[in-house]
């Protein structure tokens, strides 16, 4: 199976295009904070959007190129716009742009990208940052968690998956966005000592570490919130299968 993807700026024109259509029907956007939206779900609430696109198309309103490099998809807040990027493979960063007019705001390197002898070879940023008020939570693909100020790109504390958890990821690095729920984040390290971990959203501290059996590497998917069995669960897809965790 051949695997084709949209390039960052291909994506950016593909939202203004959609900030366009918004502006025809004069309805204020609600923000899109984390991997799937506010609810990891997919769905938007948006109500009042067009039919059908106006003869022509919607108007673009801007276009940003060379925003770096990665699989990444842009998160929206108020009226900035989120991603992750990188360019080579030692400069895996987290941008933040304008929706107004796309100029960059800052932009903060996290770390370098993860299994670059990964086959086939597709070394690239992957994770979708996570926005929790007036912080950010990212990932990059060699496991460098980072908690940053979404106001001005500062880092607050950092975490590195690997040297801290003994975290394995899979053949093409880490992908995860991190989940933020209540007062904690939480990550999916894999490999023999920590599948899935919370953490202090504030501090990075180790709240608790679930090991399941095996050491499973991490997968390359999201872990969702599930409240099944009378408890509430933390939900993860691992290289080898669904699991769900006691929150």
């Not at 769905?43 to 022509?56: D, I, M």
Request: net charge positive.
């Amino acid at each position: 199976m051949r695997l084709r993807t949209l390039s960052v700026s291909a994506v950016l024109c593909l939202l203004a295009l959609s900030v366009a259509a918004l502006c025809v029907v004069n309805v204020a956007a609600a923000d899109w904070p984390q991997w799937r939206g506010p609810e990891r779900n997919g769905v938007s609430k948006e109500t009042g959007l067009l039919k059908q696109w106006p003869a022509g198309g919607p108007k673009l309103l801007w276009q940003v190129n060379d925003l770096g490099d990665g699989f990444s998809t842009p998160v929206v807040v108020g009226n900035r716009i989120y991603m992750m990027s990188n360019r080579g493979l030692d400069n895996e960063y987290v941008q933040a742009i304008s929706t107004v007019d796309g100029k960059p705001i800052w932009t903060t390197r996290v770390g370098k990208v993860g299994n670059p002898d990964q086959n086939p070879s597709y070394p690239k940023a992957r994770s979708t940052p996570t926005i929790d008020g007036d912080l950010l939570y990212a990932l990059g693909s060699d496991g460098d968690l980072a908690c940053l100020e979404t106001k001005t790109g500062k880092i607050r504390w950092t975490k590195n998956l690997r040297t801290e958890f003994g975290g394995q990821p899979g053949e093409w690095a880490y992908a995860e966005s991190p989940l933020v729920d209540g007062d904690v984040v939480v990550i999916t390290p894999g490999g023999p000592q920590a599948t899935l971990a919370a953490l202090n959203k504030k501090t990075g501290a180790v709240i608790w570490k679930s090991l399941v059996p095996g050491g499973d590497p991490a997968g390359y998917a999201s872990a969702i919130v599930v409240n099944a069995a009378g408890r509430k669960q933390y939900v993860q897809l691992i290289s080898k299968g669904l699991m769900g965790v006691d929150a």
